[in-house]
Nanobody, 124 residues
């Protein structure tokens, strides 16, 4: 498995930006697809974005498309989520996850390693 630690969450006003980071160690990070998921209070965990092992392909939930950008730097064992034009409905705990596959995936069952999460709160 891959050990994952998220950082960068916080409180921001609507319309603002945050950049989440995920530091990875363990299993060969550079061969794993990576993803970001989020869970709001009282709701199920949902897919946000995913990126393939090389960074050549990425996928986004419709709700964040055009506002969020996922990226990775394999030399640093790191994945990032740049979040712009934040909305109150983006408030959630955000989780970084490593896939058992090399491509990006929207399915949480394709991910076997999860971070502890970082809280993002967007005020109106």
């Amino acid at each position: 498995q891959v050990q994952l630690v998220e950082s960068g969450g916080g409180l921001v006003q609507a319309g603002g930006s945050l950049r989440l980071s995920c530091a990875a160690s363990g299993r060969t990070f550079s061969s794993s697809g990576m993803g970001w998921f989020r869970q709001a209070p009282g709701k199920e965990r949902e897919f946000v974005a995913a990126i393939s092992w090389s960074g050549a392909s990425s996928h986004y939930a419709d709700s964040v498309k055009g506002r969020f950008t996922i990226s990775r730097v394999n030399a640093k064992n790191a994945v990032y989520l740049q979040m712009n034009s934040l909305r109150p409905e983006d408030t959630a705990v955000y989780y970084c996850a490593a896939s058992v596959y090399s491509g990006g995936s929207r399915n949480s069952r394709d991910f076997d390693s999860w971070g502890q999460g970082t809280q993002v709160t967007v005020s109106s």
